[in-house]
């Protein structure tokens, strides 16, 4: 079972905790010399149940963890707010991290325009997260510098909706369109507080454990993947 064994050497500290707390090293003589990573992946995958209970308490430790440092860093999540839907001051607060050519966030924006269309408390923070290329940092870095100009939404709009990877060509078309001077969008693109928004937002996602795009964070949850309309609205009512 190669995905279990992968999931084993990714998880050894949780593991060794939990070894002992199992009583595992009955299965070992313990007059040998030293126990090897692979002789404790070759133990625990003889025994389904044994596997099953740690698999299942590093799932709940992981996920403990993850709500842990979500709690740590709630300011820095709800920082640099400019970058939202709905409601400025809205108290039920959701944050997205999400990547331009991720077509699961592209199918998310309509689920949050009409969710926040339903409740003019809902505030959305984006943080952008260029995971899928060079592409993805072109138009993260577009977006933010469009912000400077008040156009932060208008662009945002238009690049969520853009089918295939987005080009520079596709950043002046949209300038044009939503009334953005393209030579000065450019110049914030490149400053260093564009950059250094993008690398704090790539960190915030290591830390709290997102691995992908799109990744909600509701309160101390974090729920990775497309979620609807409706999923949302339960999540907000249950954290009320």
Do not use: W
């Amino acid at each position: 079972m190669p995905s279990l064994i992968n999931t084993l050497k990714l998880s050894l500290p949780y593991i060794a905790l939990l070894i002992i707390g199992l009583n595992i090293f009955v299965y070992f003589n313990i007059t040998e010399n030293g126990i090897t990573d692979n002789k404790i992946i070759k133990i625990l995958t003889r025994d389904d149940d044994t596997l099953t209970r740690i698999l299942n308490k590093i799932d709940i430790l992981e996920k403990n963890n993850k709500e842990k440092n979500i709690s740590k860093y709630q300011e820095k999540l709800r920082s640099n707010d400019n970058f939202f839907l709905g409601n400025k001051e809205g108290s039920a607060v959701i944050v997205e991290f999400f990547d331009y050519n991720c077509g699961y966030c592209k199918r998310s924006f309509p689920e949050l325009m009409d969710l926040i269309s339903g409740d003019k408390n809902i505030k959305v923070i984006l943080k952008e997260l260029p995971v899928l290329g060079e592409s993805s940092v072109l138009a993260a870095r577009a977006s933010i510098a469009s912000e400077k100009q008040k156009k932060y939404f208008s662009m945002h709009q238009e690049l969520i909706k853009i089918s295939g990877q987005i080009s520079e060509v596709d950043i002046i078309n949209i300038s044009e369109k939503i009334g953005i001077n393209y030579d000065q969008l450019k110049i914030d693109m490149n400053k260093d507080e564009t950059i250094l928004l993008i690398n704090e937002n790539y960190r915030l996602a290591d830390l709290i454990g997102v691995r992908g795009t799109p990744a909600f964070i509701i309160n101390n949850e974090l729920i990775p993947g497309a979620i609807g309309k409706e999923e949302m609205v339960e999540i907000l009512k249950n954290e009320k």
